[in-house]
């Protein structure tokens, strides 16, 4: 694979993983949480195949194989931490919908 392959495997791996956590937000409020956890382990997979490329690339570079830092590379780096702050982020976002269904759960029970 040549510099500018792996650079568009991290940009297609990354949006990937953002996508599927982003579409597990959506399921999660609609209560569909073993589908959302599973949406968010499959984007956990995607951002584990971004990161094995990038480490391929960072311990290129420590080998001393040089290549030119290019705007696409800048992107595919910002689109990786994107996505992992997505998936961060959306993970705290489903815990406060599992407590909050919960508690809807809870309130169901008291008037019923």
Do not use: C, P, W
Not at 37 to 53: I, M, N, P, R, T
Not at 70 to 98: G, P
């Amino acid at each position: 694979m040549d510099y500018e392959q792996f650079i568009m495997q991290i940009i297609a791996s990354s949006g990937e993983a953002r996508s599927q956590s982003l579409k597990a937000a959506r399921i999660a409020r609609e209560g569909k949480l073993q589908e959302a956890e599973e949406l968010l382990k499959q984007a956990k997979e995607k951002l584990k195949e971004a990161h094995k490329v990038q480490t391929k690339l960072i311990q290129a570079e420590g080998r001393g194989e040089k290549n030119e830092i290019s705007i696409l590379m800048i992107h595919a780096q910002d689109h990786l931490m994107n996505s992992l702050t997505v998936r961060e982020l959306i993970v705290e976002l489903i815990e406060e919908t599992k407590s909050r269904l919960a508690l809807e759960e809870q309130l169901k029970g008291m008037v019923n």
